[in-house]
């Protein structure tokens, strides 16, 4: 009888549970300590691994984080975009905000890591593999405001795709910013949200 899937080899399940045991130890250190006070030989004592070995699976640190942090991120990406699909009836503005609140209580939920995470993506090398996913990531975000800002009529493609790019803009900066670190999630929403209304003011007229 066939299969539609080939039993992986036990090199293959030896690399499988290296890499989990490598991005578990991480993300337990991240988060204990965050990423400034974590070194990579911590990482690799705690996931039984030898540096070599995690260097194979991570070349520095910056790489480990994105590599845990894409997973949160990810999840926060999927749970944003099904709010705003479920908030029907709502203006251009709130679903937006269904979108992104995820993703600010996931970027805010460590802010050094959070806040490391997102420079990362920005002025890292788009080439490494773990940023090109987060960035693809990134990219799913802007993607989704831009289709719910096309849903109103008052908005072109053009100007939806310009808007989702300032606006993911905002996010960024909102989020890291290091002016206000003790404000609260529903805090940077509401700056957030304004900033946001302030934007589409000029091309909805109910915004």
């Known amino acids: 009888m066939g299969s539609d899937h ?3 080899g036990r090199r293959e399940r030896a690399k499988q549970d290296k890499r989990e ?3 578990t130890a991480a993300r337990e250190l991240f988060a204990e300590h965050g ?3 974590v070194t990579t030989q911590q990482v690799a004592r705690r996931a039984d691994v030898a540096i070599g070995t995690l260097y194979l699976y991570a070349s520095t640190k ?4 994105i590599m845990v942090q894409n997973e949160k991120f990810a999840a926060a990406v999927d749970s944003g975009l099904a ?5 029907v009836g709502q203006g251009a503005l709130e679903r937006v905000i269904a979108l992104i609140r995820p993703l600010v209580e996931c970027v805010r939920e460590h802010l050094e890591n959070g806040r490391t995470y997102l420079r990362e993506l920005v ?3 788009p080439a490494e593999p773990y940023r090109q996913v987060g960035l693809t990531l990134a990219g799913r975000v802007e993607d989704g405001i831009t289709g719910l800002l096309t849903r109103n009529e008052d908005i072109g493609a053009a100007d939806a795709a310009t808007l989702a790019r300032v606006i993911t803009a905002i996010i960024h900066i909102s989020t890291t910013a290091t002016v206000c670190p003790h404000r609260s999630d529903e805090a940077v929403l509401a700056d957030i949200r304004d900033q946001i209304h302030a934007t589409l003011a000029q091309h909805i007229r109910a915004a």
């Open 83 to 87: 709010a705003a699909d479920a908030a």
């Open 21 to 23: 045991r490598i991005m």
């Open 6 to 8: 080939m039993p992986i």
């Open 35 to 37: 990423v400034d006070r």
């Open 62 to 65: 910056a790489e480990l984080l």
């Open 123 to 125: 002025f890292g090398d």
